[in-house]
């Protein structure tokens, strides 16, 4: 469903605001053009799935003794393999943060939801 002129107005403001408040945060937040799932990932990710697949039916077709472990241990890599595929890569985030850094956040959006807040009793008032 699209968003009326009014609201996609309110949206332009709301976001317009925030790069002027916290350029840092909502550069954080902008979604890039790349972020979304990443082909090698999920190839590879079946592939490996496929292969815990393969260790899993060895061990329950096979009488050896082991083969209780051979099924466990295919179950675990078809589940490793089914999580590296679904998951994104941490691309681009720092190793270590300053200490004080959320802190600064959280005063950042406190005083960032205020004035929303104060922004959007002026307009009830005005209307």
């Known amino acids: 469903m699209a968003l009326s002129e009014h609201e996609q107005r309110l949206l332009d403001q ?37 292969a815990g697949i393969g260790l899993l039916l060895g061990g329950v077709a096979s009488d050896t ?11 675990l890599v078809m589940g490793a393999g089914v999580y590296y595929a679904t998951t994104r890569g941490k691309k681009g985030v720092p190793a270590n943060s300053p200490a004080g850094r959320k802190e600064r956040e959280a005063s950042t959006s406190k005083n960032f939801m205020s004035n929303l807040e104060n922004k959007w009793d002026e307009r009830k008032r005005d209307q």
């Not at 003794?65 to 179950?75: D, E, K, Q, R, Y």
């Open 65 to 75: 003794p082991f083969s209780l472990i051979l099924g466990i241990l295919g179950f």
């Open 14 to 50: 709301l976001e317009q605001q925030l790069h002027a408040e916290d350029p840092k945060f909502a550069n954080s937040m902008a979604t890039p053009a790349g972020s979304g799932m990443s082909t090698r990932r999920i190839v590879l990710g079946a592939l490996v799935a496929v």
